[in-house]
């Protein structure tokens, strides 16, 4: 489960992307800007809840 769930959530997410640039509704700088600000995001939300979970242990 651990390991199916972030390759759905790749998977999803390039092929959101790509079908953008093919139905021609995004430039390939929109797309690619899209992906860095969400990887980001999720890196972000990640070292946050690391440390919220570290500052909270007894």
Do not use: K
């Not at 093919?22 to 809840?49: E, K, N, P, T």
């Amino acid at each position: 489960m651990w390991r199916t769930a972030p390759a759905v959530a790749v998977v999803s997410v390039a092929g959101a992307g790509l079908t953008r640039l093919w139905l021609g509704v995004h430039w390939s700088a929109d797309v690619l800007a899209g992906w860095l600000l969400g990887g980001c995001l999720v890196a972000f939300s990640i070292a946050s809840y690391g440390r919220l979970a570290l500052s909270r242990e007894p």
